[in-house]
């Protein structure tokens, strides 16, 4: 009788720590554990750790509490400017309520996802191209208020969403790498015209300053020489001065007014005798004048008398005048240096 007994007890000792077994359920520390007992929410979350349900009458869902990275599918649209893109994104979510979580939504991830795919299509029809390769934070945020408004209702909370690639048409990539070209190119000529002005304002200071000394310009002049000199190549510079340059000016401008009363003397055959004396009278002085101006120019004594009126030949006076001028200057000693050199 009392073996009996002891094995009644012993069996029904083993059912109980069955039963117990059974009913112990263990929630994880990133885990909230919802109870529902006949089908209803009793009570509040479960916390982390070890907790106790009745079997076959309760029974325990465990949520998961950590933040969810779901990629949003690539969505393909128009724009608000007509250019075709292909756009995909990302989101970050986590369940601030459980129990909303199983209660309100049959699936709160698939929802999201949905969510976040229909919004992002809205995004990419309410913006311009450039907004979506160059002002993303806003299209983020605004992306993120419009899939955080419905998933507070179903106990979920965003907290981020970001925009990854947005994919182009090869003709619009074309098209944006001529547009970056010809930027680049008109502030490239841009900044050249800048310098070219920087430039000529340095210059107009230097040619200003040198004026002041001539004696700089000549140095100048001896600088450059040397650096020509330096290299070792086959080039000959011969300096010119400036001023026979405005002598030659001058000349031209001198012997057009002889040139055209000649024609004119020619022309009137009836005054003959008159005409060459004044011809050459003018084309004395014209000549005079000429060696007169490139002796100042050159530094040497002007030519007069004989010299100067055989210069004035009446049918090239200006060619005359010019020859008689170099032939009768005395050569310096540092230009006969050079020209033997």
Do not use: C
Request: hydrophobic residues 45%.
């Amino acid at each position: 009788m009392i073996q009996e007994l002891l094995g009644a007890l012993a069996a029904a000792a083993s059912v109980g720590v069955v039963y117990v077994a059974m009913g112990a359920r263990v929630v994880k520390q990133y885990e909230r554990g919802v109870l529902f007992r006949l089908g209803r929410l009793t009570g509040g979350l479960r916390a982390p750790g070890l907790t106790m349900v009745i079997p076959f009458v309760d029974r325990l869902h465990k949520v998961n509490m950590q933040i969810v990275t779901m990629p949003i599918p690539a969505q393909e649209g128009i724009t608000r400017d007509n250019v075709t893109v292909r756009v995909d994104a990302v989101v970050y979510f986590r369940v601030a309520d459980p129990a909303s979580a199983l209660v309100k939504v049959e699936d709160y991830k698939f929802a999201v996802s949905q969510m976040a795919q229909t919004s992002l299509r809205s995004i990419i029809g309410k913006s311009d191209l450039d907004d979506l390769l160059s002002n993303r934070e806003m299209l983020n945020q605004g992306l993120e208020l419009m899939i955080d408004s419905p998933a507070v209702g179903w106990g979920v909370q965003v907290d981020r969403v970001e925009i990854k690639d947005v994919s182009l048409p090869d003709t619009m990539k074309r098209s944006m790498a001529r547009q970056a070209e010809a930027d680049r190119e008109r502030r490239a000529r841009i900044i050249n015209a800048d310098a070219e002005l920087q430039a000529s304002k340095k210059l107009a200071e230097a040619a200003e300053q040198m004026s002041d000394q001539p004696a700089a310009l000549q140095l100048r002049l001896l600088q450059t020489v040397m650096a020509v000199a330096a290299e070792k190549n086959s080039t000959l510079v011969l300096p010119i001065p400036v001023e026979l340059l405005h002598f030659l000016e001058r000349g031209a401008q001198t012997t057009t007014p002889n040139s055209a009363g000649g024609r004119s003397a020619t022309a009137a055959p009836g005054k003959a005798d008159a005409a060459p004396t004044a011809q050459t009278a003018s084309n004395g002085d014209a000549a005079q004048q000429a060696i007169t101006t490139v002796a100042d120019a050159l530094g040497a004594p002007a030519v007069t008398g004989p010299a100067a009126e055989q210069a004035a030949v009446p049918d090239a006076p200006g060619t005359a005048a010019v020859t008689e001028a170099r032939t009768e200057r005395p050569v310096p000693n540092g230009e006969a240096g050079a020209a033997s050199g």
